[in-house]
């Protein structure tokens, strides 16, 4: 029912017939999820995120008439109607597929939670447990959204900053590092915000200023990131 749903609101233009074509003949990456790393062939370093946020954005991007490609880590969510799905699991995966992808883009919102380090090595069988403490090395994946960042030209990038201090600064430090157009502040320190809900509450920082957003559904939150990248394009 929600898939038929969102197909006849997306050929109605929802309440708006004005947005329903109004990103048509644009491309965009869109990652969402978390990103998981083998330890052995029973365990993996992840984290928190369902993909709501990035699959709202996804779907949001699609019902404008956008050709959505999203880079999806592992969730239980339905894919959103008009959009095409790739899954991946590790942060190097991630990397090969949404690089790929942005070849062909007019933009990218990196959305995804990605491990920033990995285990070294990866044991092909099940670790054993032993007496004593156990240590695993871990090494630093590659930063997908500075790589797109760096290769950017002229298309939009729009990063995600997920805080729990000094968020401000920490966020506009990735804006600048990262070489995004805006990025999307989300604190823990927020109720109702971040990981696995289904509101977020966010803030918009680009380098002329930040606009501060009430909470709200994720889905409205969509609709205002793609309204600002609307904006961003014209
Ligand atoms: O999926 P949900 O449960 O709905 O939760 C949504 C969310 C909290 C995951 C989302 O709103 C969010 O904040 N996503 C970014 C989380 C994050 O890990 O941010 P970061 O501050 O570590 O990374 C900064 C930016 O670089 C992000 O755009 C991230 O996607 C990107 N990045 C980070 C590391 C890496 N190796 N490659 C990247 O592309």
Same mark, same amino acid.
């Given at each position: ?19 329903k074509k109004s990103l048509q003949g644009r491309r965009f990456v869109v ?14 370093i992840s984290n928190h995120s369902s993909g709501k946020m990035g699959y ?11 050709? /959505?490609?999203?880079? *999806? ?14 899954? /991946? +699991? ?20 990196? &959305?995804?939670? /990605? ?6 090595? /990866? *044991? ?5 447990? &032993?007496?004593?403490?156990? &240590? ?8 997908i959204a500075a790589e797109l960042g760096a290769r950017k030209g002229s298309?939009? +990038? ?28 989300? *604190? ?42 609307? *904006?961003? +394009?014209?």
């Open positions: 029912p929600a898939d038929i749903a969102a197909f006849v609101g997306q050929l109605l233009g929802g309440e708006n017939p004005e947005k990652t969402a999820g978390a990103t998981i790393e083998a330890i052995d062939p029973v365990r993996f709202a954005i996804a779907g949001a991007l699609a019902a404008r008439g956008a050709d /959505v490609t999203l880079v *999806s880590g592992r969730t239980a969510l339905p894919t959103p109607a008009g959009v095409r799905r790739t899954d /991946v +699991l590790s942060a190097a995966e991630m990397y090969d597929a949404a690089t790929a992808a942005f070849d062909r883009a007019d933009g990218a919102v990196m &959305c995804a939670a /990605v491990a920033d380090y990995t285990p070294d090595t /990866v *044991s092909e069988t099940k670790i054993k447990k &032993c007496g004593g403490e156990m &240590c695993i090395t871990l090494r630093r994946t590659r930063d298309r939009l +990038l729009v990063g995600f900053a997920l805080e729990t201090h000094d968020e401000q600064a920490n966020a506009e430090a990735k804006l600048a590092k990262k070489n995004f157009d805006f990025i999307v502040l989300n *604190s823990l320190r927020d109720a109702g915000a971040g990981f696995r809900g289904d509101t977020n509450k966010v803030t918009f920082i680009d380098r002329s200023g930040r606009e501060e957003l009430p909470l709200m559904p994720k889905s409205e939150v969509a609709e205002r990131i793609a309204d600002k990248i609307e *904006s961003l +394009l014209k």
